[in-house]
């Protein structure tokens, strides 16, 4: 079993930065493709994106890209998203997620486990 948990969220004015945090417990994540999805109110959870087992791949969803950067320190077992310039939109609830049998999956169905969310909210 692998546990994460999320920290980092918070509020922020539309152009500022965040860095979210993912750390893991109970088996290392060295062999695990890690990913992070959002979900707004009212809304289904969505893809943001994903990370190699390595960090060698990543994948972005279009509406963050050049924003947000995903990266990995398996040595701390921990995995990050580094936003910037944030924007109303954005705002969410952040989750982290891991997953060993895609590789870089963008669906949530391929991911085995959960963490329970960081708030992230960005004031206009």
């Known amino acids: 079993q692998v546990q994460l948990v999320e920290s980092g969220g918070g509020l922020v004015q539309a152009g500022g930065s965040l860095r979210l945090s993912c750390a893991a417990s109970?088996?290392?994540?060295?062999?695990?493709?890690m990913g992070w999805f959002r979900q707004a109110p009212g809304k289904e959870r969505e893809f943001v994106a994903a990370?190699?087992?390595?960090?060698?791949?990543?994948f972005y969803v279009d509406s963050v890209k050049g924003r947000f950067t995903i990266s990995r320190d398996n040595a701390k077992n921990t995995m990050y998203l580094q936003m910037n310039s944030l924007k109303p939109e954005d705002t969410a609830a952040y989750y982290c997620?891991?997953?060993?049998?895609?590789?870089?999956?963008?669906?949530?169905?391929?991911?085995?486990?959960w963490g329970q969310g960081t708030q992230v909210t960005v004031s206009s």
């Open positions: 997620a891991a997953e060993k049998a895609y590789g870089l999956a963008r669906t949530s169905g391929w991911y085995d486990y």
């Open positions: 109970g088996r290392t994540i060295s062999s695990y493709a």
């Open positions: 990370i190699s087992w390595s960090g060698g791949s990543t």
